[in-house]
């Protein structure tokens, strides 16, 4: 029952992700900023420790603790809140790939995930790419989230392996190529149709904090 109504959710939010993410940024910066310095928290002790993602209380504890900082940063700081979920991807998509080649955990792999993090959060800036980030990390997670939901349903992968895993993507990659690729393709569509929606719409920090009030 818990994995249908993940499964639900996740389908419901990964299509709005898709198509709309960049409209819905707006309200949930500070609530993304506060998962991904969870993520980014409780991760840092998985790469350092070895153990399960949120397997141990000191995993759990500075995740939260990350996440309550970082959100209230990205509350009050527009250019954080982007840099840091950029930050995030960056060392998802790092760490992800590592795992492929059975570098799950140490030092060196911590290393070069936080080498990725920063990397990608200063492209962002230095390149004022806050617009196309924000358009392909939502059009990404949202189609990973679908294929998810879909994996869930059938009953391909479990809660249990999402949550050993770290991450959304890694049990997708895992699963088979052929949904390795729809995913794919769906990122592209959700992408493609976020751009051309959004050609004149100008997101800025002023409309970031009126969304608050």
């Known amino acids: 029952m818990n994995s249908i109504l993940v499964a639900l959710f996740a389908l419901v939010l990964g299509?709005?992700?898709l198509f709309w993410g960049y409209r819905i940024f707006l309200v949930m910066l500070p609530i993304w900023g506060f998962f991904a310095g969870f993520w980014l928290g409780a991760q840092t002790t998985v790469l350092l420790f070895g153990e399960g993602f949120l397997a141990t209380t000191t995993?759990?504890?500075?995740g939260f603790v990350a996440?309550?900082?970082?959100?209230?940063?990205?509350?009050?700081?527009?250019?954080?809140?982007?840099?840091?979920?950029?930050?995030?991807v960056g060392a998802a998509m790092v760490s992800g790939f590592l795992a492929l080649f059975g570098l799950e955990s140490g030092l060196v792999v911590l290393i070069?995930?936080?080498?990725?993090?920063v990397a990608l959060a200063a492209v962002t800036i230095i390149f004022n790419l806050q617009k196309y980030v924000i358009i392909v990390v939502t059009g990404v997670g949202g189609a990973n989230a679908l294929i998810l939901a879909v994996l869930l349903l059938f009953g391909r992968i479990s809660l249990e392996a999402v949550s050993s895993a770290?991450?959304?993507?890694?049990?997708?990659?895992r699963d088979s190529w052929f949904w390795a690729i729809v995913w794919i393709l769906l990122a592209i569509a959700g992408i493609i149709?976020?751009?051309?929606?959004n050609r004149s719409f100008v997101?800025?920090?002023?409309?970031?904090?009126?969304?608050?009030?």
Do not use: N
Request: proline letters at 2%; aromatic letters at 22%; glycine letters at 14%.
């Open 112 to 117: 070069l995930a936080l080498l990725g993090a």
């Open 15 to 17: 299509g709005l992700f």
């Open 193 to 197: 149709f976020q751009f051309r929606t």
């Open 67 to 88: 996440g309550l900082v970082f959100a209230l940063l990205s509350y009050f700081f527009y250019l954080f809140g982007v840099a840091l979920i950029a930050a995030a």
């Open 59 to 62: 995993g759990w504890v500075v």
């Open 203 to 213: 997101f800025s920090k002023e409309d970031h904090l009126e969304g608050w009030y």
């Open 166 to 173: 770290g991450s959304a993507i890694g049990p997708v990659l």
